[in-house]
């Protein structure tokens, strides 16, 4: 593993003639629990995109690992989307079978685990699960490969608290050792115990880029009290 | 390759799913016209061959209509996040979508062939000799063919290659295209966008095209025929970068 597991060096994006990313630039060392906080339309998915090799920046670069993104760089990286990714038409053991082929880090024993743990039955479709244990389901999936970086968007939106905190717990207890996991999230006080950096996005440029204890101990104030401060309409 | 094989293996079982259930509906009428044809009256069993005709349609039909949905559902929708997270290269992504299409379409194709031959079994000998010797009169007549006109009868197989991946990767390319709009009806601009493609293809094979390819058959079948070549796999390759370059820079995952 390199010094930095995610470098962000002076990176635009733009669609057409909408400014995604503008100028951003940070750097962020393996290990920790990395907070991407920001609005709606902050750039945070693109960012996301640009690091899943989905877009190519229009200026700058962006390194996973020391490497550009790509097939090399996804080996190492765990990404669970802001969607259901899942193929409808497969039963849970299909999906599980279909990730495990794939990805050489996929841990079946904790996959395994997980499952029995929420009793989703490995023979059951995936189109016949509710929305709740659908994106439970790819949260599994994703915390089931033992990858150097979890890239996680909006992993707790969207679902009631007894839920988040199933997938907090989740992510905590079943990271691979040393690994790095990058939370994009807008719901900052349910993640604020577990995050280590923070870094803020409003419109595409970086607000914050600093460890948690910094900002507190700074301030004097919690991240979620920053964060309605930076984002005040 | 180890990943190309395992993206193939994925996709083909994926497409089988959907294309084997026309198929196995085909054979089954095959068998039953051919017990109706044997036993009942000739009434029945001709409305089963309609039947199975339809069905030997659809099965050539769907085989190559889920090698193209296939493509766009596992890339362009919310499927697509999966997809492009694989540790694969766009490279590997299209040739295993292509290579499994074709794969697809020639066993729908040998299928087709084989439950035509159901058709045959218990006839009479003599019928069964006349049939084989129509076979191979076709098949001399094939040889003669290619014995006579070498070159022409390459060019044809050569431009018969060609075409296969073609039909295919133009479907790829004006989805690529397609998903570059942010609106829903995404699948929608592609099919508008397929329409005026070939509405503007067929303008100018009539107009322009048929001028200049009667004079290049003047002056030799064979410079119209490695025209043809050349524009078939100028297309083949334009497509081709195309997708990749869209599926590399430019993919819009609608969340």
Not at chain 1, 74 to 93: C, F, G, Q, R, S
Not at chain 2, 158 to 179: K, T
Request: net charge neutral; proline share 3%.
């Amino acid at each position: 593993m390199g010094e930095y597991i995610f470098e962000c060096d002076n990176v635009f994006k733009s669609y057409g003639s909408t400014l995604a990313l503008d100028n951003v630039s940070f750097k962020v060392k393996p290990g920790g629990v990395v907070g991407l906080l920001g609005p709606n339309a902050s750039g945070k998915s693109t960012l996301i995109k640009l690091a899943m090799g989905m877009l190519q920046p229009n200026d700058g670069r962006l390194l996973i690992d020391g490497k550009a993104p790509g097939a090399e760089t996804k080996k190492i990286t765990a990404y669970l989307p802001d969607a259901n990714y899942l193929y409808n038409w497969m039963t849970v053991e299909q999906q599980v079978k279909y990730c495990a082929d794939f990805f050489k880090d996929f841990n079946m024993e904790k996959c395994d685990a997980l499952l029995n743990r929420l009793q989703i039955a490995k023979k059951q479709k995936i189109k016949s699960l509710s929305k709740g244990t659908k994106e439970k389901l790819g949260l599994i999936l994703t915390m089931s490969r033992d990858a150097q970086l979890y890239i996680l968007d909006e992993p707790i939106a969207g679902v009631d608290p007894a839920a988040r905190d199933f997938i907090l717990d989740t992510v905590m207890t079943n990271r691979a050792e040393g690994s790095t996991i990058f939370l994009c999230t807008h719901l900052i006080a349910d993640i604020e115990p577990i995050l280590t950096h923070a870094i803020f996005l409003n419109r595409g440029r970086i607000v914050l880029d600093a460890p948690v204890a910094e900002v507190k101990e700074k301030e004097g104030k919690s991240l979620d009290e920053m964060f309605r401060e930076v984002f005040k309409w | 390759m180890v990943m190309v094989r395992k993206l193939i293996k994925h996709e083909l079982f994926n497409t089988v799913r959907i294309a084997m259930i026309p198929a196995i509906v085909m054979v089954l009428l095959a068998i039953l016209a051919r017990i109706m044809f044997a036993t009942s009256g000739t009434t029945l069993a001709i409305i089963m061959v309609v039947f199975y005709l339809f069905f030997m349609m659809a099965t050539l039909f769907i085989g190559f209509w889920f090698g193209i949905y296939s493509f766009y559902q596992s890339l362009f929708t919310s499927t697509g996040y999966l997809t492009l997270s694989l540790p694969v290269t766009p490279d590997q992504l299209i040739w295993s979508k292509l290579l499994s299409a074709i794969i697809v379409e020639f066993a729908s194709a040998i299928i087709c062939i084989l439950s035509a031959c159901i058709f045959f079994i218990g006839l009479p000998v003599d019928i069964l000799d006349a049939i084989g010797s129509a076979f191979s009169l076709i098949g001399d007549a094939i040889s003669y063919f290619a014995a006579a006109e070498p070159l022409f009868f390459v060019e044809l197989v050569i431009m018969g290659i060609l075409f296969i991946p073609l039909s295919f990767l133009v479907f790829y390319a004006v989805m690529c295209i397609g998903q570059l709009f942010t609106s829903k009806n995404r699948k929608g601009m592609a099919i508008g966008l397929y329409i005026a493609l070939m509405f503007v293809w067929n303008i100018l094979s009539t107009t322009v095209f048929s001028g200049i390819n009667d004079a290049m058959i003047e002056i030799s079948i064979h410079l119209y025929m490695w025209v043809r070549i050349v524009f078939f796999a100028a297309v083949d390759v334009g497509c081709y970068f195309l997708v990749r370059y869209i599926i590399k820079n430019k993919v819009n995952l609608l969340a």
